[in-house]
């Protein structure tokens, strides 16, 4: 196996802890609840014509929305919701001149349609519009039931699709009927689903989607006339409609309608019979994917880009950003995610790329004027995000923040000054900053609570490790602040879940990601030799590696990966190979059973959140069976704890009610927390204290007391 290391621990003092002897750890000063105390800041967005910015606050399981502005940008709460009550505020959004912003409450339906209601109210749960001025004299207030929302430029309407229509409503009740039910009638009717409405830069139209099933339009919306114009209508699928910033023009994706096979299982010898066009459909010059720009007043349109035949990466490309005169578009065909640039007023064979480098780039925000693009991105340093610029119709990118923090989620103010920023590091939780426009360090805005344990923190060190069938990938190792040369400590290897994601040498721009690095920095404190994986298959390292072959019920090769870092903990000097527990939420969860499926000789106890552990084959021969945890339920020896919530819409609850039938079967030492009502990422915050205070015992009474014995 082999190791390479890319940065030095940097070790903060703490009290020593006895390790040596199976005796409880030493409490290290702070709980679980202080470390997680700090606000958790998302959904950050600025004002076009002010220089002013709003953001929800996740703290403590309140919830509430705060906007700042210009000369000293200080916070302003401006929502009044003081309980852990599980109602999710997402979907922000503020108007041009920014006094008023807009905001969905409540947690998105399950499939049956049910509001998630995790605080189990007898009254039960609703996800509706709300608004609230930003000048803080007024409550917020609802504005009515609805989803997929809209709000109009100038701050006075919000669309919304509901029920397969598209449907608008006043921010402010004075602007329309006092009484405005749930149950309006919708701004128009016309045959098929409509939905995605766009409000154009004037506020007076509205751009949908209307789908068709095998074809679908962009439809245009004039709410003075009222009049529907179709763009460029014809068998093909149009989705993704995008505003030029005049309003005179729309851009869309265009695919090739559905064949008459589409969705019929079809053997390869019978496919290879079959004549082209019947099971798969493309454009004459056998490309798939196009872009092409419309007039909404005409209807006329004219397709500016296309893709290659063949080049399926772009076909994948779900979301377009008319930027200044640009069309802009995120794909990776050099194996990294990019973004990328063509004109709007004129027919292109080749797009610019934008943010070149070997690293991703994720979040963006456009400058006033379009011209150029703001994004969080890796490049040059793979284990963290840095805020970049470029201009949108190509040349130099440049990079505006360096160093060990972590900046993400850019809003340019519309002055053009600054950029606001979430922004963090190893030590400091992600927080609201502002960078210049021109580069530098960011400056907070908003402050961190005394309990927080800002100074008791460890600088964790990347690690690369290789797996047995020679895969690469990378680790974060946080090492107990007090260790002793010949000490032997218990160990914990953290398995992030998506399995699309990357954990970072620092405060994760994730809810459940910061919460668990928190958690490593806890463990560490504790006494713990910890290790973060990111195994094959997460993002951050390119296709090549999120693609890595032979992923999830296609062989399990992630666990290889796993299994390495396992390993490679026995053969550290200062770990007690008696004592490495594993646990992980989501695919974390799956690799979690997977090791103590597998490897209960190195994996000594485990805590699995909401893992998948049966791949729906019994087969003994498919792979599907093979690559599941249950494959070698004989072999599984070491206790575990499992949690899940009962309303998991990402991982069917089945998945533990069956893994414990066999637990019960093989007599598998097992301890269960379940919570009523709740889904795949908990939304109380005292379920998150309670899971990992349930985590923090477990291990102890596993580890460290050796109270839990393994299944002989």
Do not use: C
């Amino acid at each position: 196996m082999s190791v390479r290391r890319t940065a030095a621990p940097a070790l903060l003092s703490l009290a020593l802890l006895a390790l040596l002897a199976p005796s409880p750890l030493r409490a290290q000063g702070f709980s679980v609840d202080d470390i997680l105390s700090p606000p958790f800041p998302v959904e950050l967005v600025s004002a076009k014509a002010a220089d002013r910015i709003a953001w929800i606050e996740y703290e403590r399981g309140m919830r509430n929305v705060f906007t700042a502005a210009a000369p000293d940008f200080t916070p302003m709460r401006l929502t009044d919701y003081p309980d852990d009550d599980g109602h999710d505020l997402t979907t922000l959004r503020i108007s041009d001149d920014g006094t008023v912003v807009t905001f969905i409450r409540g947690h998105t339906p399950n499939r049956e349609g049910w509001i998630a209601n995790p605080a189990s109210d007898p009254l039960g749960a609703e996800r509706a519009i709300w608004a609230v001025s930003t000048s803080g004299g007024t409550r917020a207030w609802r504005v009515v039931e609805g989803w997929n929302l809209a709000l109009s430029p100038d701050g006075r309407w919000v669309a919304y699709a509901k029920d397969g229509a598209v449907h608008r409503a006043p921010v402010n009740p004075g602007l329309g009927s006092p009484q405005l039910r749930d149950d309006e009638p919708p701004l128009f009717r016309v045959f098929g689903t409509q939905g995605d409405p766009v409000w154009s830069p004037d506020s007076k139209r509205i751009a949908f989607v209307s789908e068709r099933g095998d074809h679908s339009y962009i439809g245009v919306y004039d709410v003075d006339a009222p009049r529907i114009t179709y763009l460029a209508p014809g068998v093909d699928r149009d989705t993704s409609p995008v505003w030029s910033p005049d309003g005179s023009r729309i851009a869309f994706i265009r695919r090739p309608g559905l064949p008459f096979g589409a969705g019929q299982d079809v053997s390869d010898a019978r496919a290879a019979q079959l004549p082209d066009g019947l099971l798969e459909s493309r454009f004459a010059g056998g490309y798939d994917w196009s872009l092409w720009v419309a007039d909404v007043t005409t209807g006329e349109g004219r397709e500016i880009f296309h893709n290659a035949p063949g080049d399926s990466l772009l076909s994948e490309v779900r979301e377009i950003l008319w930027a200044g005169d640009h069309i802009l578009f995120q794909a990776e065909p050099d194996g990294w995610r990019h973004y990328w640039s063509v004109p709007a007023d004129r027919v292109s064979s080749e797009a610019r790329l934008l943010t070149p480098g070997d690293g991703i780039a994720e979040q963006i925000g456009l400058s006033a004027d379009g011209r150029t693009l703001f994004y969080a991105t890796n490049v040059d340093d793979l284990h963290r995000r840095h805020l970049w610029k470029v201009p949108t119709a190509g040349g130099r990118a440049e990079q505006l923040t360096r160093g060990s923090s972590v900046e993400t989620y850019p809003a340019v103010l519309a002055s053009g000054r600054q950029v606001a920023v979430l922004a963090g590091g190893p030590q400091r939780p992600l927080s609201v900053a502002l960078v210049p426009a021109s580069g530098g360090e960011p400056r907070f805005v908003t402050t961190l609570p005394d309990r927080f344990p800002l100074t008791r923190h460890v600088e964790p060190e990347n690690v690369t490790l290789e797996a047995a069938d020679g895969f690469e990938f990378h680790n974060q190792v946080f090492l107990p602040p007090d260790l002793k040369p010949g000490e032997k400590r218990p160990a914990l290897l953290f398995i992030h879940g998506g399995s699309r994601r990357q954990m970072l040498l620092g405060y994760h721009y994730m809810h459940f990601y910061h919460m668990a690095y928190a958690m490593n920095q806890y463990f560490a404190n504790k006494g713990y030799v910890v290790v973060s994986v990111n195994y094959r298959s997460g993002i951050g390292y390119g296709r090549a590696f999120r693609n890595a072959p032979g992923r999830r019920n296609e062989g399990n090769y992630e666990y290889r990966d796993i299994e390495a870092v396992g390993r490679w903990l026995q053969q550290r000097p200062d770990v007690d190979v008696e004592r490495i527990g594993v646990w992980g939420l989501s695919y974390g969860g799956i690799l979690t059973a997977q090791a103590l499926a597998r490897n209960s000789d190195i994996f000594k106890a485990g805590v699995d959140m909401a893992g998948v552990h049966y791949y729906g084959s019994l087969d003994p021969e498919s792979v599907a069976w093979q690559a599941s945890s249950v494959s070698e339920i004989e072999n599984w020896r070491s206790p575990v704890l499992l949690m899940h919530g009962d309303d998991d819409r990402n991982v069917d609850f089945s998945q533990t009610v069956g893994l414990v039938q066999l637990l019960r079967a093989h007599g598998v030492p097992h301890e269960l927390i379940v919570f009523p009502d709740d889904v795949h990422d908990s939304l109380l915050y005292h379920r998150w204290i309670q899971a990992f205070t349930a985590t923090e015992d477990f291990f102890e009474r596993a580890l460290i007391r050796k109270e839990l014995a393994a299944r002989p």
